[in-house]
């Protein structure tokens, strides 16, 4: 882990786009802002859990206060390749997102075996501790997704995202296999977020009005867990009739008098 730290604080706000809107609302966003040197990025993410999935079902609960924790990497992913281990925290609406950077198979490790590395922080002590809260967390679901990143040309604390291709696995937790999982939104939508560390653009907000862009509660992890925990409960429901249906006598004798 090295001693690369960044700490972010702000508003976050998202809102489900179709295309349409997309493609009108982007000619807006060209005149206040610039696409970042990236252009569009792969985002690969594992969020870590307690085997109950304690901090996901937390968070859906919609509390005053909810946290996460995840390991993230963009692009093609090897075992050298920056990573971030991210603590993203949420109180009364306002975001607060610790992270410190390192290789991705030390960070892996680091969390997943507990195994310690090198380096020493504030945020390290910050992990440590949410370790130490959340006992046994667990590589619990990856979430990798595309990115187009947009910053304010005036004001270079807007941001604005469009994440399509939103995808979930639980089949393998290693970013390095770019196996692609089940999809979270139907083709041509994106899920926006303007980021603020203070106001909203006046003309901003308007043009979103105008174009009937509402905002969303809308968690990429919370997604994937509905949908986990849908497909589980329809496995069950499957498991049972087949279940019933086997354990029906067959008739024996019955003569099909039908047309007699």
Do not use: H
């Not at 679901?141 to 990143?149: P, T």
């Not at 899920?191 to 560390?197: A, G, H």
């Not at 509660?217 to 919370?222: E, I």
């Amino acid at each position: 882990m090295s001693g690369y730290i960044n700490v972010f604080r702000r508003t976050e706000m998202k809102y489900l786009v179709n295309e349409e809107q997309y493609r009108k609302l982007k000619k807006y966003l060209d005149t206040i802002a610039a696409v970042d040197s990236y252009g569009k990025t792969k985002i690969n993410n594992i969020y870590f859990d307690t085997p109950d999935f304690r901090l996901i079902r937390t968070s859906l609960e919609k509390p005053l206060y909810k946290e996460k924790i995840r390991l993230r990497t963009y692009g093609k992913t090897d075992d050298k390749t920056n990573s971030f281990i991210e603590i993203k925290k949420k109180y009364d609406g306002v975001v607060y997102k610790r992270r410190i950077s390192g290789e991705y198979e030390s960070n892996y490790k680091y969390l997943l075996q507990n195994k310690m590395v090198a380096g020493d922080s504030q945020i390290k002590q910050e992990i440590e501790y949410f370790k130490y809260m959340y006992k046994n967390l667990i590589p619990a679901m990856k979430i990798c997704y595309d990115r187009i990143a947009m910053i304010g040309k005036e004001d270079d604390s807007l941001r604005i995202t469009f994440d399509s291709n939103i995808t979930w696995t639980t089949d393998s937790f290693d970013l390095k296999d770019e196996k692609y999982g089940k999809q979270i939104l139907e083709e041509g939508w994106y899920m926006m977020e303007i980021k603020v560390t203070n106001a909203m653009p006046i003309e901003l907000a308007r043009k979103l009005s105008e174009l009937k862009i509402y905002p969303t509660s809308f968690s990429k992890y919370g997604r994937g867990y509905t949908q986990m925990q849908i497909e589980r409960r329809k496995r069950i429901a499957n498991m049972n009739v087949v279940t019933i249906i086997s354990e029906q006598p067959f008739a024996t004798g019955v003569v099909n008098r039908c047309g007699a």
